[in-house]
Nanobody, 125 residues
Framework: QVQLADSGGGLVQAGGSLRLSCAAS????????MGWFRQAPGNEREFVAA????????AYAPSVKGRFTISRDTAKDTVYLQMNSLKPEDTAVYYC??????????????????WGQGTQVTVSS
């Protein structure tokens, strides 16, 4: 199995930027599709972005496409989420997740096997 530690959240004004990091330990990092999800109070956990094992396939939620960028560094066993042009509606707890199944990138949280502890992102207006 793999252990995930996400970090990098904080308080930022609308229009600002943050970069989230998710460090993986345990089983080989390259064995997993990596994703980012978020959950705001009273809402269900929703898909944000995901990147395939190779890094060649990437998917984004429509609400963040063009503003967020997901990437992975195999040498550091870390996946990143660069968030630009942040909006108040981006406020949520952000979780990284790992999917060890083979196939297309999944946007469903139920497909992911391992989760980080979450990091709070708050965007003020």
């Amino acid at each position: 199995q793999v252990q995930l530690a996400d970090s990098g959240g904080g308080l930022v004004q609308a229009g600002g930027s943050l970069r989230l990091s998710c460090a993986a330990s345990g089983r080989t990092f390259s064995s997993y599709t990596m994703g980012w999800f978020r959950q705001a109070p009273g809402n269900e956990r929703e898909f944000v972005a995901a990147i395939s094992r190779s890094g060649f396939s990437i998917a984004y939620a429509p609400s963040v496409k063009g503003r967020f960028t997901i990437s992975r560094d195999t040498a550091k066993d870390t996946v990143y989420l660069q968030m630009n042009s942040l909006k108040p509606e981006d406020t949520a707890v952000y979780y990284c997740a790992a999917d060890n199944s083979i196939g297309k990138i999944s946007v469903r949280s139920s497909e992911y096997d391992y989760w980080g502890q979450g990091t709070q992102v708050t965007v003020s207006s």
